[in-house]
């Protein structure tokens, strides 16, 4: 088992997107002891998304309450957050050594890379402003939305 100087991990997952966090539930669900190291806001994209209407479980949740749902479930079997940049991983004998921005080293005999995106921006003027309220980054869900419902699928959203 991998340790440092907070505790001793079999898993470290980076990335604490609804992938990382649905990762870090299911193996702390299976008592493996877990360290979730996330630069940002745990909860990744769904903090952009004002609406999650097709989540397993949830006909309508909103994007910020379903990561802390998922969060505080994965923390419920164990699972440890924290909150700092990894700017390096390398294997050591049967370690995995995952140093970060602050300067901590963790390590583990196995690492999870769930880092997700961005939305990429268009560059139009108004868009910082407009984001989430007049149009989408979700083509997936979006796109076929607005043809079932016969809307133009270039002006998406609310």
């Known amino acids: ?6 505790g001793s991990y079999e898993i470290i997952i980076v990335g ?9 539930l299911y193996a702390g669900r299976s ?4 360290l979730v190291l996330e630069k940002g806001i745990p909860g990744g994209q769904l903090w952009n ?10 006909e309508h949740i909103m994007g910020p309450d379903l990561a802390d749902k998922i969060q505080h479930h994965a923390q419920k079997f164990g699972a440890t957050f924290e909150t700092d940049e990894v700017v390096s991983i390398a294997a ?12 901590n080293e963790h390590r583990a ?3 999870i ?3 997700g995106g961005e939305a990429r921006k268009l560059g139009v003027p108004g868009e910082d402003e407009l984001a989430g309220k007049v149009f989408s980054s979700d083509d997936a869900k979006e796109g076929p939305k607005a043809f079932a419902e ?9």
């Open 92 to 103: 050591e004998g049967d370690d995995r050594v995952v140093r970060t921005a602050s300067g």
């Open 109 to 111: 005999p196995a690492v």
């Open 49 to 58: 998304t004002a609406e999650v209407e097709d989540y397993p479980g949830f």
């Open 113 to 115: 890379v769930t880092v």
């Open 16 to 24: 604490a997107g609804p992938a990382g966090q649905t990762a870090a």
């Open 31 to 34: 008592r493996i002891p877990t």
């Open 1 to 6: 088992m991998g340790t440092n100087g907070t």
């Open 150 to 158: 016969k809307r133009d699928p270039r002006w998406t959203g609310r």
